[in-house]
């Protein structure tokens, strides 16, 4: 190979490399809560950084004052919390132990500060969800199961 080959090669690879590395800065990571924390814990989570959570809304965090857009919860994994500010349309479906998708980046309280919040729209269709009556008129015998 010339000379001129290598360099060539050399410079492609390079421009790859680059692109490669600030797409993945402008991309957001998704990590489930118990993710995040070992990812703050290792160093590895820098501030500022654009994550994706997922997790369920404690019951009991759910904190808005009536007629206003800020939103302040609490996102659970199986092991950790995430506390999580919104400011901006909440989802409809969006309930407390409803699973929940957070992006945004962590200030400096390790507050995840979002920028989009979505939330899981139960199904209609599942038994869980049938209210009594509506379960006795379809012939369904039996109490929800436990998940």
């Known amino acids: 190979m010339s000379s001129r080959?290598?360099?060539g090669l050399l410079l492609f690879v390079?421009?790859?490399y680059l692109m490669l590395n600030s797409m993945m800065d402008g991309g957001a990571y998704?990590?489930?809560v118990d993710e995040v924390q070992a990812a703050q814990n290792e160093g590895k989570l820098k501030p500022g950084r654009?994550?994706?959570i997922?997790?369920?809304v404690a019951h009991g965090t759910y904190q808005n004052e009536k007629g206003?857009?800020?939103h302040r919860f609490v996102v659970e994994g199986e092991i950790n919390k995430v506390p999580v500010y919104f400011k901006g349309a909440i989802p409809d479906v969006f309930k407390e132990g409803g699973e929940v998708v957070a992006t945004g980046s962590f200030n400096k309280d390790n507050t995840l500060v979002a920028t989009e919040v979505t939330a899981k729209c139960?199904?209609?269709?599942?038994?869980?969800n049938i209210s009594p009556e509506t379960r006795k008129r379809m012939g369904i015998d039996g109490?929800?199961?436990m998940r």
């Open 30 to 32: 998704f990590l489930t």
């Open 50 to 52: 654009k994550v994706r």
């Open 122 to 128: 139960p199904s209609k269709y599942e038994q869980d």
């Open 54 to 56: 997922k997790g369920l």
């Open 14 to 16: 390079g421009a790859f």
């Open 5 to 7: 080959g290598i360099i």
């Open 68 to 70: 206003s857009s800020e």
């Open 143 to 145: 109490q929800p199961t």
